[in-house]
């Protein structure tokens, strides 16, 4: 798999599928094929960010771990531009009306980001930050 400590290229091919509902017909998109390298008909980077390591986490301990490409404008043919491990990237296209396609994301990437997060470290838990007595309201003023 050609990649460095924080970045990797992967191929992916799309398929479509043509489905009625209720007299209407729509088409879904799906990823049909993920591989490491750049012999696929699409090829992205895959980019890590020290500030997504909590994202990362996240998704890895999910169920099934999840890979997400941006497709272009929701509605349209999709072209793939780009691809995160980031569900919180992948909320933010889609709240810019990206079309967001999902696939499982394999095993020799899942290492790859466990051994990234092992490297850099995990990131702080935020948590909810307790606010100083007062903070944020208006101050009462005495005459």
């Known amino acids: 798999m050609p990649r460095s400590s924080s970045q ?4 992916l091919d799309l398929a479509s599928e043509s489905r009625q509902v209720k007299g209407f017909t729509s088409t879904r998109w799906t990823i049909t094929d993920l591989s ?10 895959l980019q890590l960010f020290l500030t997504e390591r909590a994202a990362y986490r996240f998704n890895l301990e999910a169920g099934t771990p999840r890979l997400f490409v941006r497709a272009g404008e929701s509605g349209a043919t999709p072209c793939p531009s780009a691809i995160t ?4 990237v992948a909320a933010a296209w889609l709240d810019g009306e990206q ?6 994301m394999p095993l020799a990437v899942q290492a790859w980001i466990e051994a990234y997060l092992a490297r850099h470290g995990e990131a702080p838990d935020e948590g909810r930050k307790k606010k100083r007595k007062g903070a944020g309201r208006a101050r009462e003023q005495t005459a």
């Open 8 to 11: 990797t290229t992967l191929s």
């Open 36 to 45: 490491p390298g750049d012999a696929g008909p699409w090829v992205l980077r």
């Open 99 to 104: 079309q967001v396609l999902e696939v499982a």
């Open 85 to 88: 491990a980031s569900q919180d």
